[in-house]
C-alpha cells in the first residue's frame, strides 16, 4: 500500500500495479507520450522524437477507481 490518495473516495492507501499492453509488438508497459495523438501514413501513432514516460497505476481498494501517474522518462 501507499500513502496516495484516492481522488474519487478520498482513502488513503491505494495499491500499485501497471498498466499492460498486449498489443503486436508491445514492450508489455504502456508508456504516456508527450502531445496530441497524431496518425502516420499506415494508421499507426507518431512517437518519433517525443518523450515518453512510464505510467505508474494505483488502485484504490475500496472503490476501484485508478490514478495514473506519468513518471520516469524511458
Known amino acids: 500500500m501507499s500513502d496516495v490518495r484516492c481522488t474519487h473516495c478520498g482513502l488513503v ?3 500499485p500495479g501497471f498498466v499492460e499492453d498486449a498489443g503486436d509488438g508491445a514492450r508489455g508497459y504502456a508508456r504516456w507520450i508527450a502531445g496530441p495523438l ?3 501514413l499506415l494508421g499507426g501513432a507518431k512517437r518519433l522524437g517525443r ?3 512510464q505510467i505508474d497505476a494505483y488502485r484504490c481498494p475500496g472503490c476501484g477507481h485508478l490514478e495514473l501517474f506519468a513518471t520516469h522518462a524511458v
Open 13 to 15: 492507501g491505494l495499491e
Open 51 to 53: 518523450p515518453r514516460r
Open 38 to 40: 497524431e496518425r502516420g
